[in-house]
């Protein structure tokens, strides 16, 4: 097994805050896990070689193999109320830099003809098999901090006289990511034969800088989580350019309901919207559902 190589990792990092500091393990339960029942600095990164006990969307399993791919979890703590635009942005930000970030290293490594692609809410895919799935959870911290610039995400102002202050309850964001970079899970799970794929797989057996592809998307998160960068607007409209089923024909799997509809675009407050066979619009929420190209 290759040791990821922090030196390496923060040599190609050109964030601010974010992945500054790195909490490493060889083994965990969950980097989620660990996120939840520990309070990390603002922007800390919990990266783990494999994961016995990984968890993805609505609490489904998320298989972890060790060897050389990314099981991570970046730590943002947000002082005040956290407004719909902002959920939305650190929702969307997560699938699209992860997107750009592996589309880069394909391109640096002779693989342009490789087309990565994303699913809504939270997918990457390759070759339409699964390369990369992510999810956010929010926890109301109750922990008063003396200091408030170690609870601020890269974006947010200081007090104006620079003064310390107390915070009592602070929303934290838990984005979990998995990129499979150089080992193919569906080698050592036949169920996930049809279903999932590596970037070394997908690029004849060659093998990737994983350090380089999470200081990418570091980077990239970092950028598009600041609304002075980029407006909601745009940020929806490089997302949508990047969605796979967009403008096509699914099948939606909400609750205990299953219905085709043809997607149409994603809205401001990152839902799917679609429309069914009566012509009836829907709005899909991430948490509620489900969408299978057909």
């Known amino acids: 097994m290759t040791i990821f190589n922090q030196n390496l990792y923060f040599e190609n990092l050109q964030t601010q805050k974010l992945g500054r ?18 309070f990390f600095q603002n922007g800390t990164v919990i990266l783990a070689e494999e994961q016995t006990e990984g968890k993805g969307r609505r609490a489904r399993s998320f298989h972890s193999p ?3 791919n990314l099981f991570f979890t970046l730590v943002l703590h947000y002082e005040g109320r956290v407004t719909t635009e902002f959920y939305t942005r650190i929702n969307l930000s997560v699938p699209l830099s992860t997107h750009e970030s592996v589309h880069d290293q394909f391109i640096r490594n002779g693989f342009s003809r490789i087309q990565s692609k994303i699913k809504w809410p939270n997918d990457v895919y ?8 992510m999810l956010v959870d929010t926890v109301l911290q109750q922990k008063p901090k003396s200091s408030f610039e170690d609870c601020l995400l890269p974006f947010q102002r200081a007090d104006k006289n620079n003064n310390p202050r107390t915070i009592a309850n602070l ?16 080698e050592t799970n036949l169920e996930l034969k049809s279903v999932a794929t590596s ?39 490089s997302y949508q350019a990047k969605e796979m089923n967009l403008n096509k ?11 085709k509809a043809k997607s149409l675009y ?3 407050n990152g839902r799917l919207v679609v429309r069914k066979s009566n012509n009836e619009i829907v709005e899909i929420a991430d948490s509620e559902s489900s969408i299978r190209s057909i």
């Open 171 to 186: 929303t934290t964001f838990l984005v979990g990511v998995g990129i499979n970079v150089n080992v193919d899970p569906s």
């Open 266 to 268: 994603i809205n401001t």
């Open 249 to 259: 024909h699914v099948m939606v799997i909400k609750d205990n309901e299953k219905f």
């Open 66 to 68: 060790k060897g050389g």
């Open 199 to 237: 970037m070394k797989s997908t690029c004849d057996g060659h093998s990737f800088v994983r350090e380089k592809v999470l200081a990418s998307f570091l980077n990239r998160y970092e950028y598009y989580l600041d609304p002075k960068n980029i407006s909601l607007n745009q940020l929806l409209e």
């Open 126 to 133: 390759v070759n339409n098999l699964k390369l990369s799935g």
């Open 21 to 38: 500091p790195l909490f490493y393990k060889e083994r965990v339960t969950s980097t989620m896990t660990i996120g939840k029942e520990n």
